[in-house]
T-cell receptor, first 111, second 109 residues
């Protein structure tokens, strides 16, 4: 079955450490997205990519970085510059004006 | 700026019908989507309206009026498992999803 796989499900970051969240899709979707969700809040866009080797900043890109070397993969790095990284991170993908579909998410906490 | 407005919380009784409204102001419009999110889970897609009118999928229906920049999600025969947060989202002219803040649906027995 096609879908979006995020890993790990839970991640802990130490002070000053960079961590990378994985997102893989086998839906043959062109566009991929990273969102951040804080408790009781909506989704905020971090980065998005419409095609391979191209990506754009969303509303809250500071302290994050991404790459899109393959159509299927869109990893997100939470850098040490992100001072408040504790949140639920969601990866999504879609094609054209079709609805977005989500992975199961990664919960990131600070040690 | 772009925005979507939806109520923060709605309470209903098991077996009843509830309507969650969403008004939007976006640059461009390529459809209104609704997502359900249970506590601790990821959003799951419920319905999509690109044209005016009502779309029905089982107990859930979604309505769109583009002239009023308005839509709603209608949930019938409410079950306890429908307790969740519901988000409306609009694709703008850049094909980006603009999200509402979510409506928490509380269902009482």
């Amino acid at each position: 079955d096609g879908g979006i796989t995020q890993s790990p499900k839970y991640l802990f970051r130490k002070e000053g450490q960079n961590v990378t969240l994985s997102c893989e899709q086998n839906l043959n979707h062109d566009a991929m997205y990273w969102y951040r969700q804080d408790p009781g809040q909506g989704l905020r866009l971090i980065y998005y990519s419409q095609i391979v080797n191209d990506f754009q900043k969303g509303d809250i890109a500071e302290g994050y970085s991404v790459s899109r070397e393959k159509k299927e993969s869109f990893p997100l790095t939470v850098t040490s510059a992100q001072k408040n990284p504790t949140a639920f991170y969601l990866c999504a993908s879609d094609r054209g004006n079709q609805p977005q579909h989500f992975g199961d998410g990664t919960r990131l906490s600070i040690l | 700026g772009q925005s979507l407005e939806q109520p923060s919380e709605v309470t209903a009784v098991e077996g009843a019908i509830v309507q969650i409204n969403c008004t939007y102001q976006t640059s461009g419009f390529y459809g209104l989507s609704w997502y359900q999110q249970h506590d601790g889970g990821a959003p799951t897609f419920l319905s999509y309206n690109a044209l005016d009118g009502l779309e029905e999928t089982g107990r859930f229906s979604s309505f769109l009026s583009r002239s009023d920049s308005y839509g709603y999600l209608l949930l019938q025969e409410l079950q306890m498992k429908d307790s969740a947060s519901y988000f409306c989202a609009v694709k703008d002219s850049n094909y980006q999803l603009i999200w509402g803040a979510g409506t928490k649906l509380i269902i009482k027995p």
